[in-house]
């Protein structure tokens, strides 16, 4: 996984992107390691739970007898865990902080361990592009914006996550909290290459995170999006949905000729990407474009 790219003149591409760093939390595959185990032996990360499984999750009985109750999903274990002492958070602060966002501290840090920088002190201009799922945590009203309020409003925010990052390492390139639905961290891709690229940072964090409490277990209906099986397809004419997972990653970027002259260990190269829309150009705005490329 740490062997450098071949090929003539790669090296010399100006627009190439290397990925130097990797971490990531998915349900029980719980490193990049073990989650590369876990796709050379074809496995998956869903599983079903029992009954009791899933009220100790956090359903109600009753939800859990219901007909369309669907028992499947990746449970990340100790996703309400968090070294508040180690990011500088208070016990009061950290409970406030959304878990998705520490999450993220976790897997940005890891990440850039994994690229040989210190986290801390990247001594490059390093920037930040995150994207986080639905805030856990109640949103916090105008009325309750004391000084209390106030840390517990941007603890829970999404648009707070990459500047705390920033903020807890100490980067100083763009930070941007990217929001684009189910497209956000590759989008996030696309921004750090071009913020790369453009020289606006010289070493760039890519880091998304999702959880949902509880973490396994919904209703499916027909047509919609869970599936009714709890199982995943893709590609495959028997797809009939998807399950919603629970977890983390984050990636390092640099330039593949900055990469390849301090001898970074390059896991990858990007090449190029682009970013669109398919408009209106469909029936409902949650429904697929029928047309599967721009002509």
Known sequence: MTTPPSGPDLGQDPNAVAVVGMACRFGPATSV?????????QRTGIRRYSADELIALGHDPATVRHEAFVPAGAVLEDADAFDAEFFGYSAQHAEWLDPQQRLLLEVAWHALEDAGFAPDATGLRTGVYVSV?????PPVRITELDAAGMMRFSSTDKDFAAGRISYKLGLTGPSMSVQSACSST?????LAAEGLLAEECDLAVVAG???????????AAPGMILSPSGECRPFDDTA????????????????LADALRDGDPVRAVLRGSAVGNDGARKMDYHAPSPRGRRR
């Open 33 to 41: 390691e073990r989650l590369w185990e876990l796709l050379e032996q």
């Open 133 to 137: 799922g639905q805030p856990v945590h």
């Open 186 to 190: 590759l989008v996030g891709l696309h």
């Open 209 to 219: 995170a999702s959880l949902h409490f509880p973490q396994a277990g919904y209703l």
């Open 240 to 255: 009939d949905g998807t399950v919603f997972g629970n977890g983390g990653g984050a990636l390092v970027l640099r330039r």
